[in-house]
Nanobody
Framework: QVHLVESGGGLVQAGGSLRLSCAAS????????MGWFRQAPGKEREFVAA????????YSADSVKGRFTIARDNAKNTVYLQMNSLKPEDTAVYYC????????????????????WGQGTQVTVSS
């Protein structure tokens, strides 16, 4: 089992940057593929980005491609989401998620594929 805690959210102007962090408990962090999702008020939770257990494979949603970057540091049990060129439509609660990976290239992109979730961190982008 893994416990996830997000941090780094806040209020930023359009065009600005934020870096989200997700710290995981446990000694088997490197066995989990990790993902970031977001949920805006009145909308369903949507995929943002994911990274394989080794960090060698990543995938991002088209809406954030070229602006957001996912990375992980297995020595620190942490996954990051660097968000640049933020837009008001990026405003949402951002969640980190973990899924036990069957192979080193596995990248789950659907909510239903993840077993563990953090409590979320609010990101608000003002225009």
């Amino acid at each position: 089992q893994v416990h996830l805690v997000e941090s780094g959210g806040g209020l930023v102007q359009a065009g600005g940057s934020l870096r989200l962090s997700c710290a995981a408990s446990g000694r088997t962090f490197s066995s989990y593929a990790m993902g970031w999702f977001r949920q805006a008020p009145g909308k369903e939770r949507e995929f943002v980005a994911a990274i394989s257990l080794s960090g060698g494979n990543t995938y991002s949603a088209d809406s954030v491609k070229g602006r957001f970057t996912i990375a992980r540091d297995n020595a620190k049990n942490t996954v990051y989401l660097q968000m640049n060129s933020l837009k008001p439509e990026d405003t949402a609660v951002y969640y980190c998620a973990a899924e036990l990976a069957g192979n080193s290239w596995y990248i789950p992109v659907y909510v239903r594929e993840y077993d563990y979730w953090g409590q979320g961190t609010q990101v608000t982008v003002s225009s």
